[in-house]
């Protein structure tokens, strides 16, 4: 198991936000009675402007927020929608909690790192796109259910992940499809899915050995 630590960044490292990104967050700021409760959506938008989290990152916002660097570490590495290291720019997050898991989410992380070509916590090498298997998303009555940046997939299937990766690589936008889009499974789905489940809980808690013996 890989544990996170506190991101080395060279001497000459620097961040500073972009003067309009500054503009949002200090509007942001007042609308707290604390600055520090800001904390996140600073980060948020470092993240956003700078790929992911260095330490430069977090030593310049310590400084606005007047606390130690290690509390701004603190927070990075307690929430994983923050990220130390750089991700594509289509990040898929498929959830493999019991919900999506029971509706085939396994399958789908294969068939994603297979159309993908990397495995999940990887980053394909022209930067385009990376993936990472996380818990609950908190959409289990849309599962199974995938994150791509900040959208939510609910309900996905086998050919709507052909569909959006296809999609992607040509650089089009996919809007997202919620639960309340897509027809809910039919009796003869949640047959196949009941017959299915037992073995998709197998070849996950394989593949989350398999993952963990490879960290
Ligand atoms: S179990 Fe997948 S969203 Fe909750």
Not at 45 to 64: D, E, F, R
Request: hydrophobic share 40%.
């Amino acid at each position: 198991m890989s544990i996170d630590r506190f991101p080395h960044s060279a001497k000459e490292e620097s961040f500073e936000f972009a003067p309009g990104v500054r503009a949002e967050l200090d509007g942001i700021i007042e609308k707290y009675p604390v600055k520090r409760s800001a904390l996140i959506p600073a980060l948020q938008l470092a993240q956003k402007q700078n790929g992911y989290i260095t330490s430069a990152v977090m030593q310049h916002i310590a400084g606005l927020f007047d606390i130690s660097a290690m509390e701004v570490w603190g927070v990075v590495s307690f929430y994983s929608m923050l990220k130390t290291h750089p991700i594509g720019e289509y990040h898929f997050q498929l959830c493999s909690n019991l919900s999506c898991n029971l509706l085939g989410s396994g399958a789908l992380l294969r068939q994603i790192e297979e159309r993908l070509g990397i495995r999940a916590g990887e980053t394909r090498a022209d930067g385009k796109f990376s993936l990472e298997r996380v818990e609950c998303l908190g959409a289990c009555g849309g599962a199974p259910c995938v994150q791509i940046n900040m959208d939510y997939f609910e309900r996905v299937t086998p050919g709507m992940i052909d569909e959006i990766i296809s999609a992607l690589e040509k650089g089009e936008y996919v809007p997202p499809a919620g639960a309340d889009e897509v027809a809910p499974p039919s009796a003869a789905a949640g047959a196949a899915v009941a017959e299915n489940a037992a073995g998709n809980v197998v070849e996950n808690v394989a593949a989350d050995a398999a993952e963990k013996a490879d960290g």
